[in-house]
């Protein structure tokens, strides 16, 4: 590992920066809400808790004199009746755009010292992310705009967090769904951000289209429906001015999908995230009035969804294995997969590596997680031990 | 409402009673560790947390210089997997006995001034079990055994609590399934209690039997499949000698039926109930080796107890209603229905309670319990609001 020198944050300056005093400013240091990242990151201070109206994941950073600020993802609320959301929501605007909801995991992409860099929902530096980011992006779209941010979705297979097959994707691709303006968080209007992406040849999220108030519920729920059979995850229905805030709305199949993964590794798993998914099940079953016959169906889909996986990790476990995840990544460089071992060893993930195969100019590292919560609580029961 | 005497707890001799100082005594009543009862039970002090290794619930009497320790109820862990939890725990004896783990509520019954009181799981005293007890068990039994404690289950429909039609009961009935010392909680042997119930004429929970470990499983897995056709509950199994820790099982009905009460007033409902609920289904599936068949019935059983109680809750609100839940109580002495509705409004239950009807020489009160927390969310999400 190289050494990296040491930075500290210039108190006086970021505090002048952000519009507060230099004492508060001590204070959200000393507090940690504000904290440094990693090796030649460190002038990169990510907020880990919410503070001065800047949100979780935000990340500042000191450049010599000069400050930015990266706003955090703003948090997408869920609609659980897309008729009477749609309505309510957007009643002051004639019209919606729907762009599709994937299911990878959230970027921010910045140019820093000369390369990019991709910050996590968090506000790590990924170094991964960072590599694909590099790769993917075409740079002077950053030289060009150094005011803008990418905010996109990585997704496929070779993928260390989200991985899935559903998207036909051979490695890894970054999907642009937001740019926004650095220090205020400004988001561009949906066209103007699809046009920009174009320019820079960014692969962009799927935009279903433009539709009025009045036919999007009937609209995009012929839509969600389509996304279910393909295994897709929803949509997110936005104001073309990016004023109003935009809000999401998942496939039965992705609620049905999370479901499995939850309950595969059922110990570690949240009970909020668990429970979510089931009521938007109910809440959707009623909007689309559903025959006896397709009620039945659903039920049956949820609670195979439920008890499958969960079943599986029991006898898994009564045969003597372990509950773990399958993850893969692909590099070019090889430096890369020891970084990354690194990063999530810092950030506390147990993780083995296997050694590297090279596949044409690449090389792919599989990586093994044992749930040992959900392992060690199954085989417990299986010792006869009881559940509390 | 009479007015009662203010009880002060008598700080030297309690502490004295309970072994501790008087400044540690003090510290408790201060800290609301110990809180006083209401009205005529000011001297009932419950216990509201754990502290001196004395359970949540349990309940400190005083009577002029005079003091017992009515223990709480002992938390009975479960078996996930039968076969392996019974030989783990169970094994340094031959034999284990069965009774049924009825679904009702649990009442501890003492004589208190010359009548009978119930008292909660919490350590209230309850008025309306108080008077269903005094006309239930035969008083003779606490003026000769002043220091035992009857443990029950109070079952049936006429049940402010958990209203249950299943055991064919008229009204409500109190089934014994524990009988313990006052101050140190020591339990009767298995059937030294059953046959001092016998003696009283209490009713009891019902004994399946006693089994040698080997076959246990075996029989206790065909006992659950009764008691799940039937729609009750499950057993405990016990050490007849009441040494070991006893355990229990549920039927997967037992498990639907919870759930389909938690997903009606699904917002008031806690995450870990419906989770541990789910849990029990996945492992029982795997014990009993089921065909797909089989599992796919369970799937289907765990998916409609999940989602038709919360579709017909999410179309009640569309239509203009409120969900609610309905229980009746039945008392002989008028004044219990006052007593009861004071009660329930200091433990801060918003219930309505209807004009009571005379039914032979009992009255027969409608209580209804509005959901306000699932009907307002469910409203909030028919006018169009996002869930968060």
Chains 1, 2 share one sequence.
Not at 6 to 23: H, V, Y
Not at 286 to 296: A, L, Q, Y
Not at 310 to 328: C, L, Q, Y
Not at 350 to 357: A, C, G, Q, R, T
């Amino acid at each position: 590992m190289e050494n990296y020198p040491q930075t500290e944050l210039d108190i006086e300056n970021a505090a002048s920066f952000l519009g507060i005093s230099a004492q508060r400013m001590q204070e959200l240091m000393e507090r940690r809400v504000l904290v440094p990242n990693w090796n030649e990151y460190q002038h990169l201070f990510r907020f880990e808790h919410k503070a001065l109206h800047i949100d979780i994941g935000s990340v500042l950073v000191q450049k010599n004199d000069d400050f930015s600020l990266i706003l955090g993802f703003p948090k997408i609320k869920r609609a659980m009746l897309l008729g009477p959301a749609i309505k309510f929501n957007f009643c002051d605007i004639k019209r919606v755009a729907v762009e599709e909801k994937m299911n990878g995991y959230n970027v921010r992409v910045i140019l820093l010292d000369g390369k990019l860099a991709a910050l996590t929902r968090s506000g790590h530096v990924c170094p991964y992310s960072s590599e694909k980011a590099n790769d993917l992006l075409d740079h002077s779209f950053f030289t060009e705009n150094p005011q803008l941010v990418v905010y996109g979705e990585m997704v496929g297979p070779d993928n260390p967090y989200v991985p899935k097959e559903i998207y036909g994707i051979e490695s890894l691709e970054l999907f642009v769904f937001d740019i926004r303006h650095k220090d205020t968080g400004l988001p561009l209007p949906l066209y103007e951000r699809r046009e920009l992406a174009e320019k820079y040849g960014f692969r962009q999220v799927r935009l279903f289209g433009e539709f009025d108030i009045q036919e999007a519920p009937s609209m995009i729920t012929d839509i969600i429906r389509e996304i279910g059979r393909k295994g897709h995850e929803g949509v997110v229905i936005k104001d073309p001015k990016m004023v109003l805030q935009p809000m999401k709305y998942t496939a039965s199949q992705s609620n049905c999908s999370d479901l499995q993964h939850a309950m595969k590794v059922y110990n570690e798993s949240g009970r909020d995230f668990i429970f979510s998914r089931i009521v938007r099940e109910g809440f959707q079953s009623v909007e689309w009035d559903e025959s006896e016959k397709d009620f039945r169906k659903r039920c049956l889909q949820l609670g195979e969804s439920i008890l499958r996986p969960m079943k599986e990790s029991i006898i898994k476990v009564r045969d003597g294995g372990r509950v773990a995840e399958e993850f893969t990544i692909r590099v070019k460089d090889r430096a890369t997969i020891s970084k990354f071992e690194e990063y999530m060893r810092r950030l506390g993930m147990d993780i083995v590596f296997s050694e590297p195969k090279t596949v044409g100019n690449e090389y792919l590292v599989h990586m093994t997680k044992v749930n040992k919560s959900t392992s060690d609580k199954t085989l417990a029961m299986w010792e006869g031990q009881l559940w509390s």
